[in-house]
């Protein structure tokens, strides 16, 4: 017994340090052999071994939209699905883990001048003079007043390629590529609460008492809060977007005092438990976001995007490139972009019920009817079907709000990031724990 | 077998002695290098994973901020904003609230499940099976169990309905869910086992002849309980207690879910501030709750002296 106990370990030993050998070898054959295959000078096919990597919110960070990549231009392109406060700390802190950040606007405002994102040259963007002018020089038609709040155009520019100021003005370098962007009110059910809603002072309603709901993402729900407050005639902001203490401190008193009265039932953090809130029956008004409308419409549920007199609380998002990207990968990246802008992800994009940057290219890859539905405010000809090919909107209705420029042409603020972000945040987390 | 360890110990030590020069010498070093050896690995486990990041914590948490970056200083203002604030102190009794009340409830449950396996419960292999019954629920994951809540008791849930139907209540209770109410519910679902286990171990050790002593010296059967039983479960009912109120204390997950974003808690105050990049703040305020959740351990631990009782 002990003699083939003592014998057998090591028989084991010798064959798995054999094994090793093997192993080592047959790789060692194997990267050789891909470096050698590897090896071809033509860009075309070089770029196929390039993977990027985007982290973003779920928003925009399909997957139909990586696929698509790989059909069309050859690289792997590689999403991670974030929340927005996630990104926000992943693009701050871990430039290197990813290439391309798909960010807000409010975002890259406080991350940009951590030096983590380059800006584009916007030289090199083929439909650059396309872009929708909201990014550009912050104005829908010329006539149009800029709204409140870190409006895109204002963190659009740098002043350089190295530099992480941002420019009063465009100039050749872009911070951003916007990708897509909305306007935000507040979701309601129509069977449920049993008189025309009409302004953002409803939110606060005594009649809506427990049926209410807010965000809790401090830098997007401030801004809903403020809509209020300014829809009620309790406070005046010089800039909603930039508020200072006292009218921090205004707001929130205002807020804590429904909070108190038990006007909320809950506050959401993400997209799925504003879609449960309002489907369940316990919220019957409450900041929402378009497609968390549309998913509990697909329950079969009546949900509306109420337009409001006092205007849109508005977002928008955009692709920017990771510093440590150059050479080769840099030039895919550049290739993603201008590929983003060329049409087809703007199509998929407007058909989700959101806005692309550049209009002209998307209208290409939508039918007559799909435009005229969804961005002149149309009555639907036909059924009108999701990306996925799923009836989404009935023949004959007619987008909540109208069209594209009544809706982006009634911005009253952008959500921001303000100077006294911080005592905001602190403040914000007093009103939630009240 | 005594008698042979005795005579082989003795015998064994001189002749460790006796053995000459530097055979001695190396066999002597060796005695006294051999218990920090064996002592290593879980030192060097402990200082790495225990030690290093409560250390790195600590330092943190005199560092300052801004709204991207973290930098390296030395500052009071975490403290002083954390300890100034009535936020905090309105937070701190929260979730001391909360745990109060888990514990209390859970400890009547699990004192009272525990105490009707061990002693009504005659055969060992009923005993397992009811046992293996209590662990069932946790075989999903707390989150789905924490979840499950929600469409049961809400406005339109399973409760509100039937109540209605049977025409109990004409308006559905409100109270039920995304309040206090649901939140410590959840608690006692998630932790009541936490406290079954360990006084189903000490009542499992107490010795059946005391309970008959008992009886034949004239005890009613409440007196039983509270004279005999209950003081010999208190190492068990103290470890089920640091586990209940060190979860409690530590959670953000459940009270955020079933008080519907309303209601506070340090965990939940830590975890916003981590989502906000306030890592100096979540560092000085995870501080602050370890020396409180240390100080409520060793208050249990004052009590009730688990090391002799084990």
């Known amino acids: 017994m002990?003699?083939?106990?003592?014998?057998?370990?090591?028989?084991?030993?010798?064959?798995?340090?054999?094994?090793?050998?093997?192993?080592?070898?047959?790789?060692?054959?194997?990267?050789?052999?891909?470096?050698?295959?590897?090896?071809?000078?033509?860009?075309a096919q070089n770029i196929k071994n390039i993977t990027l990597r985007q982290i973003g919110t779920g928003v925009s960070n399909l997957n139909a939209v990586a696929d698509k990549v790989k059909a069309d231009l050859g690289f792997t392109l590689q999403m991670t699905a974030l929340d927005s406060d996630a990104v926000t700390q992943r693009a701050a802190t871990q430039p290197k883990s990813y290439d391309i950040a798909d960010i807000e606007y409010w975002i890259a405002k406080k991350i940009f001048p951590a030096g983590v994102i380059q800006p584009m040259d916007v030289g090199k963007l083929k439909n650059f003079?396309?872009?929708?002018?909201?990014?550009?020089?912050?104005?829908?038609?010329?006539?149009?007043?800029?709204?409140?709040?870190?409006?895109?155009?204002?963190?659009?520019?740098v002043e350089g390629k190295d530099s992480t100021k941002f420019a009063k003005s465009p100039t050749q370098w872009m911070t951003l590529i916007p990708t897509i962007y909305n306007a935000d009110t507040l979701g309601i059910r129509p069977d449920l609460v049993g008189r025309p809603i009409s302004s953002w002072k409803d939110l606060l309603d005594p009649a809506f008492k427990g049926k209410a709901s807010l965000l809790n993402i401090p830098s997007i729900g401030i801004m809903d809060a403020a809509m209020v407050c300014e829809a009620m005639g309790a406070v005046t902001y010089g800039d909603k977007g930039n508020m200072t203490k006292e009218e921090i401190d205004k707001t929130l008193a205002i807020m804590t005092e429904a909070k108190k009265a038990g006007q909320f039932r809950a506050f959401w953090k993400s997209f799925d438990e504003s879609v449960n809130?309002?489907?369940?029956?316990?919220?019957?008004?409450?900041?929402?976001?378009?497609?968390?409308?549309?998913?509990?419409?697909?329950?079969?549920?009546?949900?509306?995007?109420?337009p409001l007199k006092e205007g849109y609380r508005?977002?928008?998002?955009?692709?920017?490139?990771?510093?440590?990207?150059?050479?080769?990968?840099?030039?895919?990246?550049?290739?993603?972009i201008n590929w983003y802008l060329s049409g087809w992800v703007g199509a998929y994009l407007n058909r989700q019920g959101y806005y692309s940057a550049v209009l002209d290219t998307a209208k290409q890859h939508m039918s007559a009817d799909e435009w005229a539905f969804w961005m002149e405010g149309k009555p639907a000809k036909t059924d009108i079907l999701n990306p996925e090919g799923k009836v989404m909107e009935k023949a004959g209705a007619v987008r909540d709000g109208g069209s594209f420029e009544e809706r982006m042409g009634r911005v009253a603020c952008w959500n921001a990031v303000m100077d006294e972000d911080r005592y905001m945040v602190r403040k914000w987390n007093e009103f939630i724990a009240a | 077998m005594t008698v042979t360890a005795t005579q082989a110990t003795p015998g064994h030590v001189p002749s460790g002695q006796?053995?000459?020069?530097?055979?001695?010498?190396?066999?002597?070093?060796?005695?006294?290098?051999?218990?920090?050896?064996?002592?290593?690995?879980?030192?060097v486990t402990l200082i790495l994973f225990l030690l290093i990041p409560i250390l790195t914590i600590l330092v943190v948490s005199f560092w300052d901020y801004d709204s991207v970056r973290v930098i390296p200083d030395f500052v009071l203002t975490n403290y002083a904003e954390l300890l100034t604030s009535p936020v905090t102190w309105k937070t701190y009794l929260n979730t001391v609230k909360f745990a109060a009340l888990t514990?209390?409830?859970?400890?009547?449950?699990?004192?009272?499940?525990?105490?009707?396996?061990?002693?009504?419960?005659?055969?060992?292999?009923?005993?397992?099976?009811?046992?293996?019954?209590?662990?069932?629920?946790?075989?999903?994951?707390?989150?789905?169990?924490?979840?499950?809540?929600?469409?049961?008791l809400g406005r339109n849930g399973l409760l509100n309905s039937t109540l209605i139907a049977a025409g109990v209540i004409d308006q559905p209770l409100e109270f039920l869910l995304f309040s206090d109410f649901s939140v410590v519910l959840a608690y006692v679902h998630?932790?009541?086992?936490?406290?079954?286990?360990?006084?189903?171990?000490?009542?499992?050790?107490?010795?059946?002849?005391?309970?008959?002593?008992?009886?034949?010296?004239?005890?009613?059967?409440?007196?039983?309980?509270?004279?005999?039983?209950?003081?010999?479960?208190k190492p068990g009912i103290a470890i089920g207690s640091i586990f209940v109120v060190t979860l409690v204390m530590g959670d953000f997950?459940?009270?955020?879910?079933?008080?519907?974003?309303?209601?506070?808690?340090?965990?939940?105050?830590?975890?916003?501030?981590?989502?906000?990049?306030?890592?100096?703040?979540?560092?000085?305020?995870?501080?602050?709750?370890?020396?409180?959740?240390?100080?409520?351990?060793?208050?249990?631990?004052?009590?009730?002296?688990?090391?002799?009782e084990l």
Not at chain 1, 138 to 152: E, H, M, N, R, V
Not at chain 2, 112 to 119: D, E, G, P
Request: glycine share 8%; aromatic share 8%; net charge positive.
């Open chain 2, 18 to 43: 006796t053995q000459p020069g530097g055979g001695a010498v190396h066999a002597r070093r060796w005695r006294r290098v051999a218990p920090y050896l064996q002592a290593a690995p879980l030192a």
């Open chain 2, 190 to 233: 998630l932790n009541a086992l936490f406290m079954v286990v360990p006084i189903f171990n000490s009542m499992m050790r107490i010795d059946r002849a005391l309970v008959e002593a008992a009886r034949d010296a004239g005890a009613a059967g409440w007196q039983v309980v509270w004279n005999v039983i209950l003081p010999l479960s």
């Open chain 1, 277 to 306: 809130l309002m489907s369940s029956g316990e919220v019957i008004i409450q900041s929402m976001w378009s497609p968390a409308v549309a998913a509990v419409r697909a329950k079969g549920i009546p949900c509306v995007y109420q």
């Open chain 2, 103 to 152: 514990w209390a409830i859970t400890l009547v449950i699990g004192f009272a499940v525990a105490y009707f396996l061990a002693f009504h419960i005659r055969s060992t292999s009923w005993q397992m099976v009811l046992f293996l019954v209590c662990t069932i629920p946790f075989w999903t994951s707390n989150i789905i169990r924490m979840i499950s809540w929600i469409p049961f």
């Open chain 1, 2 to 43: 002990s003699d083939t106990r003592s014998g057998s370990p090591a028989t084991t030993g010798v064959s798995r340090r054999a094994l090793l050998k093997g192993t080592a070898a047959a790789a060692g054959v194997a990267v050789g052999s891909g470096a050698i295959t590897g090896f071809p000078t033509i860009w």
């Open chain 1, 129 to 157: 003079d396309k872009i929708v002018p909201i990014f550009v020089n912050g104005k829908l038609t010329p006539s149009s007043a800029i709204a409140q709040g870190t409006a895109p155009h204002s963190v659009g520019f």
């Open chain 2, 253 to 308: 997950i459940t009270v955020r879910l079933m008080s519907g974003g309303q209601s506070a808690s340090i965990g939940l105050m830590i975890a916003n501030e981590i989502s906000l990049l306030q890592y100096p703040a979540a560092a000085a305020n995870a501080v602050i709750l370890l020396a409180v959740v240390l100080l409520m351990v060793a208050a249990m631990l004052r009590v009730v002296d688990i090391r002799k």
């Open chain 1, 314 to 336: 508005a977002w928008g998002g955009g692709l920017g490139l990771a510093k440590h990207l150059t050479g080769l990968e840099l030039d895919a990246a550049y290739e993603y």
